[in-house]
């Protein structure tokens, strides 16, 4: 009763940022994302009668607490589908610095349900298939690991209409569009507001949450639209509208939540002179202050060149593969 799975993270073209007042963790915006290759986390679960307790490590390191308790959660759908209570022992491991700037939920808790799905030998209830059914169990976990789920070019609902429990859907392959994100990690410290905890500050006390709901669906419309016609100066544009909107919510939160660093800034203005030199370059930004560069591949190492003195780290990233087992 052993599976190991292997997921990459994503970047969001249209940002998931705030939940619907429903059970479950469902998305109150309509988000799109493009797998990423190379950003790999790698999961082992192995069910045991003989533990008492889950035990989870990362990177080697034994992990308690909050997340413990949801990978806990993960595993009890599992036991529930599978009709057992063997306990289990998780072992991830990330091929990239969680410092990056890139998002390892999102790639952890893809890997976890695909390999625990597999450990327990289970396949989880239709509905859009196997796949879809674990797309949903890892939004319950962390939204963002819906779409992992798949590779290539990802969108994830609100669920309205197809009762509120939505699975990712790949919009189009990897193979549709060789795009390149390139990231710039400013710092590599650690961010000091986590996702989840934002996002419900943000909904509690922004009064321009209401507003970032109601124009995201637009947005992601005309981000799905330019991903499928491979127009990347419309892609770059609504890409960098949504970033810049959900921080516009973020920052008018109470208190503020601020992400952004200086050199965040340095880097948005970064984008504007390579746009102003002619480079199709668009910028957008997570929960943090690092900033993801979307270009065609051809000219990624012009901007990753243009990013560097100002970061302390940066990679290029293209799309990749959605979750597999190993
Ligand atoms: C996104 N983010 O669409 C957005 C943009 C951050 C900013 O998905 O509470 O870690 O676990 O569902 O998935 C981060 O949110 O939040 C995220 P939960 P998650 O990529």
């Not at 796949?131 to 962390?142: C, N, T």
């Not at 509690?204 to 709901?213: I, L």
């Not at 800034?265 to 370059?281: K, Y």
């Not at 940066?314 to 597999?324: F, N, S």
């Amino acid at each position: 009763m052993k599976a190991t799975a292997v997921a990459r993270s994503n970047i969001a073209l249209a940002k998931y940022w705030g939940k619907r007042a429903v059970p479950g963790n469902v998305p109150a915006t309509p988000s799109l994302s493009i797998t990423l290759a190379g950003l790999e986390t790698r999961t082992t679960v192995s069910f045991d009668a003989a533990l008492e307790r889950d035990a989870f490590t990362l990177g080697g390191a034994l992990v308690d607490g909050e997340p413990l308790a949801r990978v806990t959660r993960v595993l009890d759908e599992v036991r529930a589908l599978a009709g057992f209570a063997h306990r289990a022992r998780v072992e991830s491991a990330n091929d990239f610095p969680t410092a990056s700037g890139l998002a390892s939920s999102a790639s952890g808790f893809a890997a976890l349900v695909r390999a625990a799905l597999a450990a327990a030998k289970v396949e989880p209830a239709p509905g859009g298939g196997a796949l879809a059914a674990a797309s949903r169990m890892a939004r319950r976990a962390s939204a963002s690991a819906a779409r992992s789920m798949f590779g290539g070019f990802v969108a994830l609902g609100t669920g309205e209409g197809e009762g509120d429990d939505p699975a990712a859907v790949v919009v189009a392959p990897k193979e549709h569009w060789e795009i390149a994100v390139v990231v710039g990690a400013v710092t590599l410290a650690p961010k000091n507001v986590g996702s989840t905890s934002g996002m419900q500050h943000c909904r509690d006390t922004s009064p321009y949450f209401p507003a970032w709901v109601e124009d995201a669906p637009k947005l992601f419309a005309e981000v799905r639209r330019a991903v499928l016609a491979r127009d990347l100066a419309a892609l770059g544009a609504a890409a960098e509208a949504s970033a810049l909107r959900m921080h516009a919510c973020m920052m008018a939160s109470d208190p503020a939540l601020l992400y952004f660093q200086p050199a965040t800034m340095t880097l948005l203005a970064e984008v504007r002179a390579l746009r102003a030199q002619g480079v199709g370059a668009w910028a957008t930004i997570d929960a943090g202050p690092h900033v993801k560069v979307i270009t065609a591949l051809a000219d990624a190492p012009r901007v990753e060149a243009a990013l560097q003195p100002h970061c302390a780290r940066t990679l290029v990233a293209v799309p990749g593969d959605g979750a597999e087992v190993a």
